[in-house]
């Protein structure tokens, strides 16, 4: 047992998914992941292991924003040896090209949070997804016949900042959409050595203030799902 996952050793799989929302994990280990066990309800976080074409997967709700993701997969690492990390997650977009519904890999994840920097005394240190699972996700998207969107995403500590444009100066440097955990996660992973990744259905626009309607949040989700799992299963540990 760690301080927030209530598990035995040996409950969670190397190769974990990470929602934000623990109602979420709950459905990907429902509709996705054969015999899932819940081995986590403490704070309502839901983790659940189970298999994926054979192969163990644990899925573990992490809340929203930097600090609680970062407990979560500081705990998994250490506590319960994952290997394999894969945030999937929802954005906001802040390109044009970037449309609702798209699917966004996050290559690299700039923040403007302090938590990345605070570990490097001030210097700037650019969190990165790892090559491995960078490249099965691109196999996999090419043998599903999916698009995605690779790139630079921002990973904020606001999700209402104050200053309603200040997205615009990330979308001047080609930012692709906004979520709040991936800089954490690659941070994290370096750190400790395991490879990590982040996937992201754009649930909203910041541009054209347009918002995905639930039927079709669902609909994505379920093509970042397959991507995911294909993606875990297929990278080595
Ligand atoms: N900002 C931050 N996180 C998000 C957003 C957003 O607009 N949309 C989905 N996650």
Known sequence: MSIHIGAPQGAIAPRVLLPGDPLRARF??????????????????????????????????????MPS????????INFYGAKILIRVGSCGSIQQEVKLRDLVLGISASTNSSMVSRSF????????????????????????????????????DTFYDENPESWKSWAKYGILAIEMEAAALYTLAARFGVKALCLLTVSDSLISREETTSEEREKTFTGMMEMALETAIGTEV
């Open 121 to 156: 005394e001030g210097l700037n240190y650019a969190p990165t997804a790892d090559w491995d699972l960078i490249s099965k996700a691109g196999s996999v998207a090419a043998e599903l016949g999916m698009k995605i969107k690779a790139g630079n995403i921002l990973s904020s």
């Open 28 to 65: 990907i280990a429902d509709n996705y992941l054969e015999n899932a066990v819940c081995y986590n309800e403490v704070r309502g976080m839901y983790g659940y292991t189970g298999t994926y074409k054979g192969v163990d997967v644990s899925v573990q709700g992490t809340g929203m924003g």
């Open 69 to 76: 993701h970062s407990i979560y997969v500081h705990e998994l």
